[in-house]
């Protein structure tokens, strides 16, 4: 499946943006999500993430500010991100596999990533 990520921008600590995933293929409703994000310097790292039924996962430290979901009939999966602190600044990406495992804990193993979506929170 193919995955493009767009929504990011600059925005002030305490705004909000909505970040989109949008995929190619018909099966992309089988598939579990994960938004991942990669700050300069530091290692690429899970943010939340959603199964193909629709449950969903978060990290803590984003735990009640962040939302994700999903649109199967626009294959699509959004990230919505409240409260934004400078520390969310990063490069966001999605990734999808049928294996809601593989996406929460073994994403490091994904050999295709796409270009993110730059999200940076300052003032």
């Known amino acids: 499946v193919q995955l493009v990520e767009s929504g990011g921008g600059l925005v002030q600590p305490g705004g909000s943006l909505t970040l989109s995933c949008a995929a190619s293929?018909?099966?992309?409703?089988?598939?579990?999500v994960g938004w991942y994000r990669q700050a300069p310097g530091k290692q690429r790292e899970l943010v939340a993430a959603i199964t193909n039924g629709g449950r969903t996962n978060y990290v803590d430290f984003v735990r009640g500010r962040f939302t994700i979901s999903r649109d199967n009939a626009k294959n699509t999966v959004y990230l919505q991100m409240n409260s934004l602190k400078p520390e969310d600044t990063a490069v966001y990406h999605c990734?999808?596999?049928?294996?809601?495992?593989?996406?929460?804990?073994?994403?490091?193993?994904?050999?295709?990533w796409g270009q993110g979506t730059q999200v940076t929170v300052s003032s």
């Open positions: 990734n999808a596999d049928p294996s809601i495992v593989r996406v929460t804990t073994l994403f490091a193993a994904f050999g295709s």
């Open positions: 293929g018909s099966i992309f409703s089988v598939y579990a």
